[in-house]
């Protein structure tokens, strides 16, 4: 049987906020004044897995802001979670528009 290739799934809520993160003492301010910190490590970090790990499929997943099934199996499942930064938060349509350019499923 021929090998099928690598499945790459990422994290993009984890990877959303570790790119928040990585900039919050020195963040990446555009022309216009916006916070461009995350939307810009987030791509650095796309683009290295693409180009280092060359995967044959790749689809980005994110949290859900409704509750699931783990909810209702653990009620204390990320209960103890701050409330995402609100400039974080203006960060993730940027992202969300890089991936859909760059034809990634989400």
């Known amino acids: 049987m021929p090998p099928r290739g690598r499945l790459f799934l990422i994290d993009g809520s984890a990877l959303a906020y570790r790119s928040y993160f990585a900039f919050v ?9 916006e916070n461009t910190s995350a939307p810009f490590a ?14 044959e499929y790749i689809v980005v997943v994110f949290d859900t802001s409704k509750p699931t099934f783990r909810h209702a199996k653990f009620p204390a499942y990320k209960a103890t979670r701050q409330k995402m930064p609100s400039d974080m938060k203006e960060q993730l349509p940027r ?3 890089i991936i859909e ?4 499923p989400v």
Do not use: C, D, H, V
């Open 95 to 97: 992202i969300y528009q």
């Open 42 to 55: 987030f791509t650095n970090t796309l683009l290295k897995i693409l180009r280092e790990e060359r995967p």
């Open 101 to 104: 350019a760059m034809r990634l």
């Open 25 to 33: 003492r020195n963040p990446l301010i555009n022309s216009r004044g």
